[in-house]
């Protein structure tokens, strides 16, 4: 198969995981075209026998990140942000499960998300979001960890909002009197 190609099969992976980074169809949709145009001109800077998806996940997230920068956003979590104001189908209990897990996922941290994304969406293997994601593969089993355990909380007892909740109280310095 020609390289082209393999990439035009990568197409919808890569579109889902734009969608979930953004939460904007439009932006996603770039995101995905940028990413083929610069894997397709820098074809030769692929390694032969090594993951294609992971490479292009990898574009598709620095491009992003560049993006990000550009905007000079740290993530799409705002009150505006296109995702709140999605609608489930009436009627549909599956919808209404998949906007709470949407909106969960919006609440991560980027890094937790990126790490949440990359492995229980797209499959990728600890160490292939290592690379993709740029850091050892310690810090991805961390923040996997940590962002499952935030959806949990967020499913099951919601997003803290104001002063609704409870705060922890302040830690008191304690010293050592030796």
Same mark, same amino acid.
């Given at each position: 198969?020609?390289?082209?190609?393999?990439?035009?099969?990568?197409?919808?992976?890569?579109?889902?995981?734009?969608?979930?980074?953004?939460?904007?169809?439009?932006?996603?949709?770039?995101?995905? &075209?940028?990413?083929?145009? *610069?894997?397709? =001109?820098?074809?030769?800077?692929?390694? $032969?026998?090594? #993951? %294609?998806? !992971?490479?292009?996940?990898?574009?598709?997230?620095?491009?992003?990140?560049? &993006?990000?920068?550009?905007? *000079?956003?740290? =993530?799409?979590?705002?009150?505006?942000? $296109?995702?709140? #104001? %999605?609608? !489930?189908?009436?009627?549909?209990?599956?919808?209404?499960?998949?906007?709470?897990?949407?909106?969960?996922?919006?609440?991560?941290?980027?890094?937790?998300?990126?790490?949440?994304?990359?492995?229980?969406?797209?499959?990728?293997?600890?160490?292939?979001?290592?690379?993709?994601?740029?850091?050892?593969?310690?810090?991805?089993?961390?923040?996997?960890?940590?962002?499952?355990?935030?959806?949990?909380?967020?499913?099951?007892?919601?997003?803290?909002?104001?002063?609704?909740?409870?705060?922890?109280?302040?830690?008191?310095?304690?010293?050592?009197?030796?």
């Amino acid at each position: 198969m020609k390289f082209e190609a393999e990439v035009i099969a990568w197409l919808p992976q890569l579109r889902r995981y734009a969608r979930a980074l953004t939460g904007d169809r439009a932006w996603a949709d770039d995101l995905v &075209q940028d990413t083929a145009e *610069r894997a397709l =001109a820098h074809w030769s800077a692929f390694r $032969p026998n090594s #993951n %294609l998806r !992971a490479w292009l996940l990898t574009i598709l997230r620095h491009l992003y990140i560049d &993006q990000l920068r550009g905007r *000079r956003e740290v =993530a799409v979590d705002d009150e505006s942000a $296109p995702w709140r #104001n %999605l609608e !489930a189908p009436q009627g549909d209990v599956d919808g209404l499960v998949l906007r709470d897990v949407q909106r969960a996922l919006y609440c991560l941290p980027v890094e937790q998300r990126e790490v949440l994304l990359l492995v229980c969406v797209e499959e990728l293997s600890y160490q292939e979001a290592s690379r993709a994601l740029g850091v050892p593969i310690g810090t991805v089993m961390s923040r996997l960890s940590r962002a499952r355990e935030h959806m949990r909380v967020l499913l099951t007892e919601g997003p803290v909002q104001g002063t609704a909740r409870k705060a922890a109280p302040p830690l008191k310095v304690v010293r050592n009197q030796q």
